[in-house]
């Protein structure tokens, strides 16, 4: 039985701060994750339209009975089990989005008594705050390991979004550091029944997502990578999430140095090139030991690799040759093509204008035949 705090505001704000560990939020190098206002972890998540939106990320109960060796909740944490009923979760995140604090709901929980009570509670939760309450908004939900199918059928017609955590590129890599889950009929399964409702159109909202953890099963992020892009492939994943192991004390890696955030935001940089730039797998440059650079990002490391493709001219090249330019991005190579329909662009201010980072951008580009580069002496 679930123990129930007497505060539920206390108890909230204890399991706001455990759900940051759950780090599919996570905002790269740039935007540490930080702590919001009066106690809570609120996000400021990015939603399936691109734009963002303060999520609260919170767990229905702490304390997990599991034993996965990055998590501070694995086998009962450091702290008291705590957990909210799920009337009370759905109330206090009412209060929080009528004080216009918050925008939607990222729920998951540790698991308490067993996968399938646990994911019943945070079904609860979710169905209080629809059929009661009426609310309409954004709930994620997380599908725990080893629930029924059935239940992650009532999860798609409860939330907008669903996700199941891979955490490990492989099998073999899961049982490393989560060996009481089982890859195949834990993660896999309930994944290829989402994705299955999305191709038949029985879950047509946005999707589902995953997280991987980087750097905990002693994984390459070439192996990381080859996951993310067979899951985007087969899976019709809506997005993979990476989050840089930050070892807790208390845990099996508590020992372990942390993993330089920027090894997350390469990966993240890679995810964007395969979903949004046309890049296959194999045209990412990695080190023989399967590794991404720190210091220089994937797109530069292409184009150094192909100097035949450069410099491109910026008046006349297609879309697709325009996204593989370093510093110019879908949305910026559309404007520049929007652009050109009225005019020739021979400045270099005319990238800046385009949103394109252009000293970047610069090197490999022509402005109606003369180097861009060189502009940049006089800018």
Known sequence: MVRVAPSAQTTLEALTQAARHDLS?????????????????????ALPSGQRAPMLKVLQASG????????????????????????????????????????????????????????????????????????????????????????????????????????????????????????ETQILAPMRQVAQAVGEGRFARAGQTTQLVVGAAEETDREVAGAAAWAYRELKMARVYYSALQPVPGTPLADRPPVPFVREHRLYQVDFLLRKYGFALDEIEFDPRGALSLDVDPKSAWARRHPERFPVEINTAPLAELVRVPGIGP?????????????????????????????????FVLLDGRPAERQLRWW
């Open 25 to 45: 939020c996570a905002c790269g190098p740039s935007q540490p994750r930080k702590q919001g206002e009066n106690g809570l972890w609120i996000y400021p998540a």
């Open 64 to 183: 997990c009975e599991r034993s996965c060796s990055y998590c501070v909740q694995r086998c009962g944490g450091q702290g008291p089990a705590l957990a909210l009923r799920p009337e009370q979760l759905a109330s206090a995140f009412l209060d929080l989005h009528r004080q216009g604090r918050v925008f939607g709901l990222f729920l998951s929980s540790a698991i308490r008594g067993t996968a399938v009570a646990t994911m019943d509670r945070m079904l609860g939760t979710a169905e209080l705050l629809r059929s009661r309450h009426a609310f309409r908004g954004y709930i994620h939900l997380k599908i725990i390991p080893g629930s029924r199918s059935d239940q992650i059928d009532r999860a798609m017609r409860l939330a907008t979004r669903v996700s199941v955590n891979m955490e490990a590129p492989s099998a073999r890599h899961l049982a490393r550091i989560a060996p009481g889950k089982d890859f």
């Open 331 to 363: 949305h910026s190579a559309e404007s520049i093509v929007k652009m050109r329909r009225t005019q020739r662009l021979r400045e270099v201010a005319a990238l800046r204008a385009a949103g394109a980072s252009w000293r970047v951008a610069s090197p």
